[in-house]
């Protein structure tokens, strides 16, 4: 089986059961109203959560797959040609009526693609999308994981607004070629509770700090007061802490 920008194709068929259980699970416990799939490849998981919902869509920019979504009887209403990076998810879901906060994203994409498209979907000031469900490298997970002990620059921006939670490993023989590196499903939740910072005050100090992220904040800080003109005042305790180390109120005493 060939594979398209890079994807491995699910083959497997107790993991899409997997999959397609927890998404309805997602979605009746939730109050969403919608449930979105971006770039949905074979229909693999398509053809078994598109009843899940009255206002099931996909979201999908390559035209050569739209033979296969009308094929499980996707109507051109259900059928979004658009880049997902290219253009604010909001004003996709209001071009079908929808609103952010009504809806549940699912994905299992390119695995190069994960980062890009976690940023532009979750890393907003006030994120509204209720849930997420996604294949991921495992690599990726150990990075945005709630609990992981090094908190990436991608861990700043999601766990501030969502609880970032592992499923269930996926095997490399459950894919068509079967890729060499691990997977697994994880679920994102919203949060009742956002993380209280300067959001954008967040993103100046992460872009600043987190290029430098083996090196202590009191190293770090020299560099960018002596190459931008930027002081912070790290309090004395945190001078030889990593980014990494920092919890939220820390990071938050660093920043306001």
């Not at 497997?12 to 397609?20: G, M, P």
């Not at 416990?29 to 074979?42: G, R, V």
């Amino acid at each position: 089986m060939s594979t398209y920008l890079w994807q491995n194709f699910l083959k497997d068929s107790q993991i899409i059961k997997c999959i397609s259980d927890s998404i309805q699970s997602l979605f009746d416990k939730s109050w969403a109203k919608a449930l979105i799939e971006i770039w949905p490849w074979k229909w693999a998981i398509t053809k078994r959560i598109f009843k899940i919902s009255d206002s099931f869509f996909v979201i999908e920019k390559d035209e050569t797959m739209l033979s296969y979504l009308q094929w499980i009887w996707l109507t051109d209403k259900q059928i979004i040609m658009w880049d997902v990076l290219e253009q604010d998810i909001v004003d996709i879901l209001w071009s079908v009526s929808i609103c952010e906060n009504e809806a549940i994203v699912v994905w299992n994409l390119p695995y190069y693609i994960t980062s890009p498209i976690f940023k532009h979907l979750f890393w907003k000031e006030e994120p509204k999308l209720l849930w997420g469900f996604f294949m991921i490298q495992d690599e990726v997970w150990e990075k945005i994981r709630s609990d992981a002990n090094k908190k990436s620059y991608l861990w700043w921006l999601l766990n501030r607004a969502y609880t970032v939670e592992y499923v269930k490993t996926v095997p490399a023989k459950c894919f068509s070629p079967a890729p060499k590196v691990k997977s697994c499903l994880v679920r994102l939740t919203k949060k009742k509770n956002v993380e209280r910072v300067d959001f954008e005050s967040l993103l100046e100090f992460l872009n600043l700090f987190s290029p430098y992220s083996r090196k202590t904040l009191w190293k770090i800080s020299k560099m960018i007061r002596k190459k931008w003109g930027k002081s912070y005042d790290i309090p004395e305790a945190l001078l030889k802490s990593r980014l990494e180390e920092l919890s939220w109120n820390q990071l938050e005493e660093i920043i306001s």
